[in-house]
Protein backbone atom coordinates (compact mmCIF):
# COMPACT_ATOMS: atom_id res chain seq x y z
CA UNK A 1 0.00 0.00 0.00
CA UNK A 2 1.08 3.37 -1.08
CA UNK A 3 0.60 6.59 1.65
CA UNK A 4 0.86 9.74 -0.63
CA UNK A 5 2.11 12.34 1.52
CA UNK A 6 1.12 15.75 0.18
CA UNK A 7 3.97 18.07 -0.66
CA UNK A 8 4.80 21.60 -1.33
CA UNK A 9 3.32 20.91 -5.01
CA UNK A 10 0.38 19.98 -3.29
CA UNK A 11 0.39 23.58 -1.40
CA UNK A 12 0.33 25.41 -4.26
CA UNK A 13 -2.42 23.45 -6.41
CA UNK A 14 -4.99 24.15 -3.46
CA UNK A 15 -3.93 27.68 -3.68
CA UNK A 16 -2.59 28.59 -0.34
CA UNK A 17 -0.61 31.41 0.19
CA UNK A 18 2.99 31.53 -1.36
CA UNK A 19 5.82 33.99 -1.03
CA UNK A 20 8.70 35.19 -2.53
CA UNK A 21 9.31 37.26 -6.08
CA UNK A 22 8.16 33.77 -8.22
CA UNK A 23 4.45 34.06 -6.15
CA UNK A 24 3.96 37.58 -7.98
CA UNK A 25 3.45 36.19 -11.13
CA UNK A 26 0.17 35.54 -12.40
CA UNK A 27 -0.35 31.80 -12.38
CA UNK A 28 -3.18 29.46 -14.17
CA UNK A 29 -5.45 29.50 -10.76
CA UNK A 30 -5.24 33.38 -10.81
CA UNK A 31 -6.66 33.64 -13.95
CA UNK A 32 -9.07 30.73 -14.00
CA UNK A 33 -12.83 32.07 -13.37
CA UNK A 34 -14.16 30.31 -10.39
CA UNK A 35 -17.93 31.46 -11.20
CA UNK A 36 -17.70 28.93 -13.55
CA UNK A 37 -21.31 27.04 -13.56
CA UNK A 38 -21.45 23.54 -12.79
CA UNK A 39 -23.58 20.50 -13.41
CA UNK A 40 -23.85 17.17 -12.15
CA UNK A 41 -23.48 13.98 -13.88
CA UNK A 42 -27.77 12.66 -13.88
CA UNK A 43 -28.74 16.69 -15.22
CA UNK A 44 -30.72 16.82 -18.29
CA UNK A 45 -28.37 18.78 -20.78
CA UNK A 46 -31.41 21.03 -21.69
CA UNK A 47 -32.00 22.60 -18.22
CA UNK A 48 -28.16 22.52 -17.85
CA UNK A 49 -27.53 24.46 -21.18
CA UNK A 50 -30.08 26.99 -20.28
CA UNK A 51 -29.06 27.90 -16.94
CA UNK A 52 -25.28 28.53 -18.53
CA UNK A 53 -26.45 30.52 -20.93
CA UNK A 54 -28.38 32.93 -18.27
CA UNK A 55 -24.72 32.77 -16.88
CA UNK A 56 -23.70 34.04 -19.91
CA UNK A 57 -21.17 31.46 -20.24
CA UNK A 58 -20.96 28.49 -23.29
CA UNK A 59 -19.07 26.00 -21.39
CA UNK A 60 -20.01 24.06 -18.07
CA UNK A 61 -17.98 22.07 -16.02
CA UNK A 62 -18.97 18.08 -15.00
CA UNK A 63 -18.30 17.45 -11.18
CA UNK A 64 -19.78 15.19 -8.57
CA UNK A 65 -20.59 16.43 -5.01
CA UNK A 66 -17.04 16.95 -3.79
CA UNK A 67 -16.24 19.15 -7.04
CA UNK A 68 -14.38 16.35 -8.50
CA UNK A 69 -14.69 17.00 -12.17
CA UNK A 70 -16.12 14.28 -14.43
CA UNK A 71 -16.13 16.40 -17.37
CA UNK A 72 -16.46 19.44 -19.15
CA UNK A 73 -19.81 20.64 -21.78
CA UNK A 74 -18.49 23.38 -24.41
CA UNK A 75 -20.89 24.78 -26.58
CA UNK A 76 -20.96 22.18 -28.93
CA UNK A 77 -21.61 19.70 -26.12
CA UNK A 78 -24.47 22.44 -24.65
CA UNK A 79 -26.32 22.13 -28.24
CA UNK A 80 -26.85 18.66 -28.08
CA UNK A 81 -30.13 16.79 -27.68
CA UNK A 82 -31.60 18.52 -25.17
CA UNK A 83 -33.15 15.53 -23.54
CA UNK A 84 -29.54 13.36 -23.23
CA UNK A 85 -28.41 13.10 -19.62
CA UNK A 86 -25.20 15.27 -19.07
CA UNK A 87 -23.19 12.03 -18.47
CA UNK A 88 -24.23 11.19 -22.06
CA UNK A 89 -23.47 14.16 -23.57
CA UNK A 90 -20.00 15.58 -21.86
CA UNK A 91 -16.53 15.22 -23.09
CA UNK A 92 -15.01 12.75 -20.09
CA UNK A 93 -11.89 12.95 -18.28
CA UNK A 94 -10.99 16.26 -20.14
CA UNK A 95 -7.45 17.57 -19.37
CA UNK A 96 -6.75 19.86 -16.28
CA UNK A 97 -4.27 22.00 -14.93
CA UNK A 98 -2.97 22.59 -11.63
CA UNK A 99 -3.12 26.18 -10.33
CA UNK A 100 0.26 27.07 -9.95
CA UNK A 101 1.03 26.58 -13.83
CA UNK A 102 2.40 29.09 -15.42
CA UNK A 103 0.16 31.15 -17.59
CA UNK A 104 2.59 31.74 -20.57
CA UNK A 105 3.02 28.11 -21.08
CA UNK A 106 -0.14 27.21 -20.35
CA UNK A 107 -1.87 30.25 -23.08
CA UNK A 108 0.66 29.40 -26.01
CA UNK A 109 -0.58 25.38 -25.46
CA UNK A 110 -3.65 26.38 -25.54
CA UNK A 111 -3.30 28.23 -28.66
CA UNK A 112 -1.45 25.63 -30.17
CA UNK A 113 -3.95 23.13 -29.50
CA UNK A 114 -6.57 25.49 -30.15
CA UNK A 115 -8.55 24.59 -26.48
CA UNK A 116 -11.21 27.11 -25.74
CA UNK A 117 -11.05 26.51 -22.58
CA UNK A 118 -9.44 24.20 -19.52
CA UNK A 119 -10.47 23.30 -16.02
CA UNK A 120 -7.98 24.11 -13.44
CA UNK A 121 -8.19 22.07 -10.48
CA UNK A 122 -6.47 20.96 -7.06
CA UNK A 123 -4.37 17.70 -7.01
CA UNK A 124 -6.96 15.37 -6.28
CA UNK A 125 -9.06 16.78 -8.88
CA UNK A 126 -11.50 19.19 -6.93
CA UNK A 127 -12.95 22.04 -9.40
CA UNK A 128 -10.62 25.78 -9.05
CA UNK A 129 -12.25 27.34 -11.84
CA UNK A 130 -12.21 27.67 -15.63
CA UNK A 131 -9.84 29.11 -17.53
CA UNK A 132 -10.41 30.72 -20.76
CA UNK A 133 -8.06 30.92 -23.40
CA UNK A 134 -9.10 34.35 -24.29
CA UNK A 135 -8.05 35.20 -20.27
CA UNK A 136 -5.11 32.93 -20.47
CA UNK A 137 -3.33 35.11 -23.23
CA UNK A 138 -4.64 38.30 -22.68
CA UNK A 139 -2.61 38.13 -19.22
CA UNK A 140 0.19 36.46 -21.17
CA UNK A 141 0.31 39.18 -23.18
CA UNK A 142 0.18 42.17 -20.74
CA UNK A 143 3.19 40.17 -18.70
CA UNK A 144 5.03 40.75 -22.12
CA UNK A 145 6.95 37.67 -22.11
CA UNK A 146 7.40 37.13 -18.11
CA UNK A 147 6.22 34.72 -15.61
CA UNK A 148 7.63 31.56 -17.13
CA UNK A 149 7.90 28.47 -14.94
CA UNK A 150 10.35 30.15 -12.54
CA UNK A 151 11.30 26.87 -11.02
CA UNK A 152 8.25 26.51 -9.59
CA UNK A 153 6.70 23.01 -11.11
CA UNK A 154 3.41 22.76 -13.50
CA UNK A 155 1.19 20.31 -13.57
CA UNK A 156 -1.18 18.45 -16.05
CA UNK A 157 -3.80 15.83 -15.78
CA UNK B 1 -5.43 11.63 -43.45
CA UNK B 2 -6.00 7.63 -42.61
CA UNK B 3 -6.48 6.20 -39.19
CA UNK B 4 -3.27 4.03 -39.72
CA UNK B 5 -1.46 7.62 -40.60
CA UNK B 6 -3.05 9.61 -37.41
CA UNK B 7 -1.78 6.32 -35.05
CA UNK B 8 1.30 6.95 -36.74
CA UNK B 9 2.23 10.13 -36.17
CA UNK B 10 4.94 11.49 -33.32
CA UNK B 11 5.26 13.00 -30.32
CA UNK B 12 6.02 16.99 -31.89
CA UNK B 13 9.35 17.66 -29.24
CA UNK B 14 10.23 14.00 -28.59
CA UNK B 15 9.75 12.18 -31.79
CA UNK B 16 8.34 9.48 -29.58
CA UNK B 17 5.43 7.46 -31.29
CA UNK B 18 2.42 8.16 -29.38
CA UNK B 19 -1.68 7.27 -29.70
CA UNK B 20 -2.81 11.00 -29.59
CA UNK B 21 -2.10 13.89 -28.51
CA UNK B 22 -2.22 14.30 -25.00
CA UNK B 23 -3.11 17.79 -24.39
CA UNK B 24 -6.32 18.22 -26.81
CA UNK B 25 -6.93 14.27 -28.20
CA UNK B 26 -7.55 16.00 -31.48
CA UNK B 27 -6.55 13.41 -33.78
CA UNK B 28 -6.11 15.60 -36.32
CA UNK B 29 -3.73 18.05 -34.00
CA UNK B 30 -0.77 19.78 -35.52
CA UNK B 31 1.63 19.38 -32.66
CA UNK B 32 0.63 16.48 -30.63
CA UNK B 33 2.26 16.40 -27.78
CA UNK B 34 2.78 13.04 -25.14
CA UNK B 35 2.48 13.07 -21.69
CA UNK B 36 5.92 13.12 -20.51
CA UNK B 37 6.70 16.13 -22.64
CA UNK B 38 3.41 17.43 -21.75
CA UNK B 39 4.43 17.12 -18.15
CA UNK B 40 8.33 18.95 -19.00
CA UNK B 41 6.54 21.96 -20.83
CA UNK B 42 4.47 23.20 -17.89
CA UNK B 43 7.69 22.03 -15.47
CA UNK B 44 6.12 19.37 -14.28
CA UNK B 45 9.20 17.18 -14.77
CA UNK B 46 12.78 18.02 -15.79
CA UNK B 47 13.92 16.56 -19.03
CA UNK B 48 15.79 13.03 -18.39
CA UNK B 49 18.81 12.08 -20.15
CA UNK B 50 17.83 8.96 -21.39
CA UNK B 51 14.13 10.00 -21.90
CA UNK B 52 11.71 6.84 -22.53
CA UNK B 53 13.53 4.75 -20.36
CA UNK B 54 16.78 3.22 -19.91
Excluded at chain 1, 101 to 107: D, H, P, Q
Excluded at chain 1, 119 to 131: A, H
Excluded at chain 2, 18 to 41: H, K, M, S, T, W
Aim: aromatic share 4%.
Amino acid sequence: MYHYAAGKLDWLAAGLATEGSNALRPRAGDVARRDVPTAALGERLGEVAERVRAAGWDACVVVNPQRVVFGLLRAKELAADPGLRVEEAMRPGPSTFRPYVSIVELARLMTDHGLESSPVTTSDGRLVGLLRRRDATRVAEELGGEGGNGGEGGGGG
Amino acid sequence: MTEEALAARPCSRCDRPIDGCELCEDPGCRVPICYRCLQVALGQAVPQPHTHGG
